[in-house]
């Protein structure tokens, strides 16, 4: 059974940072493609960026250029460093398997980025 365990939201003004961590465990992860996604109130959950098991990354162009991704294997971890937030930024992160896997059915508790001032 995967466990993902995320960490970091908070409230942060327009234009502050935050990093965001996920912890996880009972799975190889070094094997998989790691992304991390982003559900805000009323709308579906998105794939916001993604980083594969070599390290390579893409991400969401409405995050491009803000957003880093990047992936700790001796530590199970995988982060979000996000900066000049922006108030569309706001919503519950998680993360989850990415790449053709797709996610594993069970997912986190998120962590709840709010921006705003």
């Known amino acids: 059974q995967v466990q993902l365990v995320e960490s970091g939201g908070g409230l942060v003004q327009p234009g502050g940072s935050l990093r965001l961590s996920c912890a996880v465990s009972?799975?190889?992860?070094?094997?998989?493609?790691m992304g991390w996604y982003r559900q805000a109130p009323g709308k579906q959950r998105e794939l916001v960026a993604h980083?594969?098991?070599?390290?390579?990354?893409t991400y969401a162009d409405s995050v491009k250029g803000r957003f880093t991704i990047s992936r700790d294997n001796a530590k199970n971890t995988v982060y979000l460093q996000m900066i000049s937030l922006k108030p569309e930024d706001t919503a519950v992160y998680y993360c989850?398997?990415?790449?053709?896997?797709?996610?594993?059915?069970?997912w986190g508790q998120g962590t709840q980025v709010t921006v705003s001032s």
């Open positions: 980083i594969t098991n070599g390290g390579t990354t």
């Open positions: 009972g799975s190889r992860f070094s094997a998989y493609a």
């Open positions: 989850n398997r990415a790449g053709g896997w797709g996610p594993w059915p069970s």
